[in-house]
């Protein structure tokens, strides 16, 4: 990996970054647009190395699925852990070496075929190395689907087949290759020494008995908008920033209440005789700005990409499309077959169906009829072409999520099951389609054959999803009242806190539905103004950019990432957003401006590095030391919370919560 960022470098080492460089290796010009990729990328290629070899297969396999076990077990514990394929990929370099120098050459022969293969063919290669990583990421992005499994088994204790929990899994992943908590007063155990260190507020520690001073300081738990203290929305009853959902009276929504047991769907006379339901101002407007963001999106691809995507659609479709490929393309072209239409189209139709026997056998217990899970395809196929610009512009994904959910709940109201299905095949189907563009951007730069990176994806994929249902599974099964943490032990960990706001979410679109609480009977219905909002929100900036095309900062004005910043809250926090910013700016801003051959050389392997630390350390510590019930000293600093006690307290008089002062 140095020796090629080295030769990248020496490669790019110009005066003006708009000027081609000439290989001094070979006759091509690195005439790629991007700045970026002109510092960082070798444009070398070397056709003969081998890429599924044996250490392939097995150093690739075992990242993926020791990765899938690992992120799922941690997945439901307060204190959550991922570990990135950053990880896999330090460990595995010089286990693939030690492979090489140390395993003997011959060749083994398949059983029963004509196939063999040598344990080992060569030196261990980059391409391999690459491989391994595709195999090991497939294993980092988690499984939406088991949220919808943890949600049927941990929170509303229904059946669910097993065969159709898997065929669910693995046909939400799949798919996309076709077109491409009430919280009592328990304090789980915490991390190791000091974990306060990263939401400390010392606002909390002089004001320890005022709920507004803990609002506007908490770290985790901040954000005041001005909607909170006008009381908008009857904010004052609730806490100012909770995933969790409520009734009239400012105590967690009982959804048993309003649910038929029988049909398990809405019980509409039950629900009138209850209550409305409420959600904390901040998440009121998260959706808000969710629904901008997602029009945002759209409007801001048509104006400032629209006329690019037409005529490169043009020129790739036209017989004079190899004047337009850059060097990379060229190489590729020259030296690769491109995957086969047939090997798409063959998994889009077995997905298909597979997908269909999910939703329409094992008595209908996903609720999703068969044209609902068309419609999610098609709304996903629609959204994978501008989101997709978005994402490859600024690394950011727009999430379809929220307009699925709205969606479905106007048009097959009340199933919170069939709400969650479509989202799931909607949104992920799309999310999956880019992420498999982006691994074929990887192998487009890092010159790997496209036939071998799909067969890696492909097999990454159905391995990890069969891990992740596996192991959520095994814990839905064997650990008691999972994510349920009244009724866990004081100090339990399996508090599952983001499927807590799937299940949330769940009620809010799938049971009460869109209409009751964003429609004309809504609380909560000038929130669609947003739609509108986001949809004009780019028309400014882009009338600006066209005015004064020599000012190149107005072009970086991004409406849909700028709308979209609320989209991990909750269950993130403030804190959370001012690391991110200021490891950000920090290296990719000034950095890269000021020492821009430091940034080519060593900027993404230092963010491997903090990448596998965090990755490692946690494990390390976790059975080492957690495993044995070995925590440290019991001190303040023990504590991962930012010690802001009654941040989520209501301030509306007369509410009574449990551990919070009552406003007179």
Known sequence: MTSSTEDAVHQSRVPGKDESIIDMKGDEVNDSPIEQVRLTVPITDDPSQPVLTFRTWLLGLASCVLLSFVNQFFAYRSNQLSVTAVSAQIVTLPLGKLMASTLPKKQIKIPLTKWSFSLNPGPFNLKEHVLITIFASAGTGGVYAVSIITSVKAFYRRPLHPVAAMLLVQTTQEISGGFTIHVVALKP??????????????????????????????????????????????????????????????????????????TFDIDLDAYKAYSKLHLSVLFAFAYGLGFAALMATISHVALFEGKNIWKLWRKTSSAVKDKYADVHTRLMKKNYEVVPQWWFVAILVVSVALSLLAVEGFNKQLQLPWWGLLFACAIALVFTLPIGVVQATTNMQMGLNVISEFIIGYIYPGRPLANVTFKTYGYISMAQALFFLQDFKLGHYMKIPPKSMFIVQFVGTIASSTVYFATAWWLLSTVDNICIPELLPEGSPWTCPGDGVFYNASIIWGVVGPLRMFGNLGLYNSMCWFFLIGLVAPVPIWLLSRKYPEKKWIRLI???????????????????????????????????????????????????????????????VFFSLQSQNIYGPQWWGLDSTDHCPIANCPTAPGIVVEGCPVVN
């Open 189 to 262: 155990r915490s991390s190791y020494l000091f974990p306060s260190l990263s939401t400390i507020s010392f606002i909390c520690w002089i004001w320890k008995d005022s709920v507004t001073a803990q609002q506007i300081g908490s770290g985790l738990n901040g954000l005041v908008p001005i909607a909170y203290w006008t009381n908008a929305f009857d904010a004052k009853k609730f806490p100012i920033f909770s995933a969790h959902t409520f009734d009239n009276a400012g105590q967690t929504y009982n959804i048993s209440r309003i649910l038929n047991q029988k």
């Open 558 to 620: 991004h409406m849909p990432i700028f709308l979209s910043a609320t989209s991990s809250m909750p269950p993130a926090g403030a804190v959370h957003y001012l690391s991110w910013g200021v490891v950000g700016i920090f290296f990719n801003f000034y950095i890269y401006r000021m020492y821009k051959a430091w940034w080519a050389r060593h900027n993404y392997i230092l963010s491997a590095g903090l990448d596998a630390g965090v990755a490692f350390m946690g494990i390390i």
